[in-house]
């Protein structure tokens, strides 16, 4: 089955109409962990068949102008999924066992994107078509920026800039202090003025100089940070939702063509591309040499970086797997549309343990900060869970579900709500 994310209450419905049929799994026990969860078959041994595997037939990039050159990335001050590999991973602690609200900020529609936490500031995009600054510590509005469409993009900051896609098809270059626009940049589909043509979904990544995202339009880009130029784009045979990572100068991203693609980050010329069984909405993480990401075939996959050659995957219990995949100690967290958030081994694949949290899909992607995993769920419900054993430390429930991934930062867990809240716990 292909899922193809057009609209947001209709894509909702498609998923709950299309997707009826498919029961959760079975908890060990409600709101426990379930140990030792296997796959239909051994993880490891669902080798790549005719439709899942690496292709190496590259179409030509098209090239702007000349390279820049990208080797060992250097992070952005905030970025999606923690840093430019997408691990998911922030090196500080979050609230203990029984966080407060600490604030919460209210917008005129749901908040799906994630919040970028940078020089005291939290940065985040809300359906209603703002772009929105709020103090760190108050929560209390800095600014906030007008789009010409819903803003599911997470942002991206770097130098004093924040960078963030908005579903009005063009990239945005914003000053972090102010809220002044710098520079905008409009995709290939959106030149007919239609929005949902060149969505910019995607989060971007900022490295040496360049943005990196992709679009509804099919197009992944490389775009000048100082004046929003194209430098290359490479087109994919479907929309491009998933956001790319950066590690030892390629780019990786997910398409809706159901490949998972490898680019030279410099010149966007294809390296390989791995095939799975349907659309990849999930944005890939870099660890290790695998890079690891879910597909809405309702697998998770580990390629190796370079050959882009199967390493294992696993089969959820559920249709889809939707979110991202957070890499630590040796264990990749993800969420799937079965409720459940699984850890597995990364070298192997098999089930370390898994947390149900009930019949309402996981579609948030896990943080891990501090020996605790933190994400969301279509239940509405913020949890933490510990990584070692699988138990919940807390939960928090807000006023709906919740697709936002939590961003962790001194204490503090943020994330967003589709009750249009942006939320802050902590112990204070």
Known sequence: MRVKRLGFGALLLALSMALAACSPA????????????????????????????????????????????????????????????????????????SPHLKWKFSTGDGVYSSPAV???????????????????????????????????????VQDGVVYFGSHDGRLYAVDA???????????????????????????????????????????????????????????????????????????????YDGHLYALDAQTGALRWRFQTGDSVYSTPAVAGGTVFFGSLDGKVYAVDSRSGRLKWSFRTAGAIVWSSPAVEGGVVYIGAYDGNLYALDAATGQVKWRYWTGKKAVYSSPAVADGIVHFGSRDGCLYAVNTQTGRLEWKFQTGAGIESSPVVAEGIVFCGSEDGQLYALSDK
């Open 118 to 156: 940078a020089a005291g500031t939290v940065y985040f995009g809300s359906r209603d078509g703002y772009f929105y600054a709020v103090d760190r510590e108050s929560g209390q509005e800095k600014w906030k920026l007008k789009t010409g469409h819903a803003v599911r993009s997470s942002a991206a």
């Open 177 to 255: 202090a102010s809220g002044e626009m710098k520079w905008t940049f409009r995709t290939r589909g959106a030149a007919d003025d239609s929005a949902a043509a060149g969505a910019v979904e995607s989060s971007p990544a900022v490295c040496e100089g360049v943005v990196y995202t992709g679009s509804s339009d099919g197009y992944v880009y490389a775009i000048d940070a100082a004046s929003g130029k194209e430098k290359w784009h490479f087109r994919t045979e479907g929309m491009v939702l998933s956001s790319p990572a950066l590690a030892d100068g390629l780019l990786y991203i997910g398409s």
């Open 26 to 97: 079975a908890p060990a026990g409600s709101g426990a962990p379930a140990p030792e969860a296997p796959a239909s078959k051994p993880a490891n041994e669902q080798a790549a068949g005719p439709t899942e595997g690496p292709i190496d037939v590259p179409p030509a990039p098209q090239r702007q102008d000349g390279p820049s050159a990208v080797g060992v990335p250097e992070q952005s001050e905030a970025a999606f999924r923690g840093d430019l590999q997408r691990s998911g991973v922030y090196r500080t602690h979050g609230p203990g066992e």
